[in-house]
């Protein structure tokens, strides 16, 4: 279930991606916003909006933060084995990550290496 690349593209992406959510939380209403909208048209997920919510980056990072990788993708694992528990789809956690990524995108595209950076990050953070 673990393994090395996993835990080497955690690492990678600690500092960026703490980066990326500084750039963010001015926005994280408008985010979270634009996201729910956008999940409200995706018909069954929808109804799981409120159990979603949980893999924000907001309610993630600070598990980044303090672990270390592995203990990073172990509560990544927990958090889908909980979703499952509650019914939640595994195609909706995708779609979930998939538009929040996409609504995060709309305010870190600036030109520059930190925000290059911070992009990578966000969108290898949705692979993980």
């Known amino acids: 279930m673990h393994n090395s690349r996993t ?3 955690v ?3 600690g500092q960026p991606l703490t980066q990326a959510f500084a750039q963010l939380s ?3 209403s408008r985010i979270r916003a634009s996201w729910s909208k ?3 048209c995706y018909g069954p997920c929808g109804k799981h909006l409120s159990l979603l919510v949980g893999l ?3 309610q993630r990072i ?4 303090t672990a270390d990788p592995r203990a990073y993708m172990e509560e990544s694992v927990r958090q889908g084995q909980e979703l499952a528990r509650h019914g939640v789809p595994a195609e909706c956690a995708a779609v979930a990550v998939a538009l929040y990524v996409e609504c995060c995108l709309a305010y870190l595209m600036i030109d520059n290496a930190q925000a ?3 992009r990578k990050a966000v969108i290898r953070r949705a692979s993980i």
Request: with cysteine.
């Open 62 to 65: 600070r598990v980044l933060d």
């Open 116 to 118: 290059i950076k911070c």
């Open 56 to 58: 924000h980056l907001s």
């Open 11 to 13: 690492l990678e992406i």
């Open 7 to 9: 835990e080497r593209t």
């Open 38 to 40: 956008m999940m409200a």
């Open 26 to 28: 001015p926005y994280a």
